[in-house]
């Protein structure tokens, strides 16, 4: 009987463990490059980086682009100023 109940623990535990492993797995599967890949840490640290780089340059085309149409704005409306007078 005793042997019985330590098999039913063992058994136990390793259900548990495995079904432990498995959750813990999933976590690690966030950093995964779409194709089941799991990226290593230097690999993770290299996506960011061209990912924010990627990000600046967006954000700093949208600035240029925002500036630009502002100038011709407050040239449009210059002129509808000046001619008006």
Excluded at 16 to 40: C, I, N, P, Q, W
Aim: aromatic fraction near 4%; hydrophobic fraction near 35%.
């Amino acid at each position: 009987m005793a042997m019985r109940s330590v098999q039913s623990q063992v058994v136990l535990t390793r259900a548990l463990l495995t079904r432990s492993m498995e959750s813990s797995r999933g976590a690690t599967r966030y950093f995964s490059d779409g194709k089941g890949k799991v990226l290593s840490e230097e690999e993770r640290a290299a996506e960011n980086v061209y990912i924010k780089k990627m990000e600046r340059e967006r954000l700093e085309k949208l600035k240029q682009k925002a500036a630009k149409e502002s100038a011709e704005n407050e040239k449009v409306i210059a002129d509808k100023t000046d001619g008006t007078h």
